[in-house]
């Protein structure tokens, strides 16, 4: 498969939206809810492209199966393929090596001699997406942990899954800036966090425009973020040359919050693709899925594709059809969830390792335990050998008056 990258290679910032759904806006633009909790996300889908064909409602992939979680989304949107493993969906950071054998969007820029970054505000290894990024294009994988190891809270700092969406942004400026100092093309990916289920994460930075309806509120306030980022972002020197993609993960799993939504309707994650430099050659609203960001993620920074194609995925902004649009939607989820004997063989899953990773982390756990047993027994017996001491000094002094 050959892939014809411009002679000047654009900039690429992916932010992966935690549980974001193009639902989330009014039914008047598409969305399954009467208020609209993402204003600013629905202006930046209406502006750029999220392949609606204009109509004035929002379009969004579909998750299918082997992409309905973080991991199996960010696999599917950066590699074409559904993440079919023979372990628990979240126990690929037991594995020594994360589908070695698949080409994936990091992969591609690593080659062509890009600089890539991972930001994100809880810890990497958790479902292997550390692995998966350092693996797959030697990314710069800056967790909560790294974060902390800088200084830029406090030691015992945690709140919902590490840290709030607000820090993130402020770091990937800091990070953008001196990305774009190198002189090399860039690859910033972030994932945020304050949306996920159950209810969201109230930072600072929240209103209660929604009352008492928590979700509502933080997927409002991301919204907010996630715009003033984008605005920054077209300030900057970079800009011109750089796209963005902004897509949800997947479907948020906070059932109480779509109660409401009737069973007829149905739910597609948050997309839109910002300052591309190509147009889609289709202008009627595409059926997809997020198999199919992959290769459009390529073409949005101007990459040729022979054929349109890569994995699963088509290039949406290309003539050709999806997998969906071909076949349908049942058809295609239908077929996903056999057993893939390809992917089995991809995946070089350890079974033995994900058992003793599991048994190795509950033993670190009961250790870690312990050792903080110890240490704050530790610390109480220092304290009162020196209020002992001090008492005894205070007398001391007494008697010497």
């Known amino acids: 498969m050959e892939l014809r990258f411009p002679e000047k290679k654009r900039n690429l910032i992916y932010i992966y939206m935690e549980s974001t759904e193009m639902s989330f806006s009014d039914e008047a633009h598409g969305g399954a809810f009467p208020m609209n909790c993402i204003p600013e996300l629905t202006e930046l889908a209406e502006e750029n492209e999220d392949f609606s064909g204009g109509d004035g409602k929002l379009n969004g992939a579909y998750s299918m199966p082997g992409s309905t979680w973080t991991m199996g989304a960010i696999f599917a949107m950066s590699s074409g393929l559904p993440l079919k493993i023979s372990i628990d969906k979240n126990a690929m950071d037991s594995q020594k090596s994360f589908f070695p054998g698949v080409q994936t969007l990091g992969d591609i820029l690593k080659e062509e001699g890009y600089e890539q970054s991972f930001l994100l505000g809880s810890v990497g290894y958790f479902g292997g997406r550390r692995l998966y990024f350092q693996s ?31 820090k993130l942004y402020s770091y990937a400026k800091e990070e953008l800036s001196r990305l774009s100092r190198d002189g090399r093309p860039f690859n910033l990916t972030l994932l945020t966090v304050d949306t996920h289920f159950p209810d969201g994460y109230v930072c600072r930075l929240c209103r ?20 003033d980022f984008v605005n920054w972002a077209k300030t900057q020197p970079w800009y011109e040359n750089t796209t963005i993609v902004v897509t949800g993960d997947h479907p948020t ?30 202008r009627e609203r595409r059926e997809y899925s997020s198999f199919d960001d992959f290769p459009t993620t ?32 049942d058809y295609e989820r239908e077929e996903l969830k056999k057993r893939s004997e390809l992917m089995l063989r991809l995946g070089q899953i350890d079974k033995a390792a994900a058992f003793e990773s599991r048994a190795a982390k ?17 610390e109480k017996r220092e304290s009162r050998k020196e209020s002992g001491a001090s008492q005894a000094g205070g007398r001391g002094e007494k008697e010497g008056e």
């Open 298 to 329: 390529l073409a949005s920074l101007g990459v040729e594709i022979e054929g349109e194609r890569l994995g699963l995925g088509t290039n949406l902004y290309s003539d050709q059809p999806t997998l969906m649009e071909k076949f349908g939607r």
């Open 136 to 166: 797959h294009g030697d990314y710069a994988v800056k967790d909560y942990s790294y974060w902390k190891r800088q200084g830029k809270f406090r030691p015992d700092y945690w709140v919902n899954w590490g840290f709030e969406d607000e």
């Open 208 to 227: 209660r425009e929604f009352g008492k309806n928590q979700y509502a509120n933080v997927f409002a306030c991301a919204s907010r973020q996630l715009a």
């Open 362 to 378: 509950d033993k670190e756990e009961r250790e870690k335990e312990r050792r903080e047993k110890e240490r704050k027994k530790k």
């Open 253 to 282: 799993m906070d059932h109480d919050f779509c109660k409401d939504v009737p069973k007829s309707y149905v739910r597609r994650v948050y997309t839109a693709y910002i300052n591309s430099p190509i147009a889609s050659a289709r």
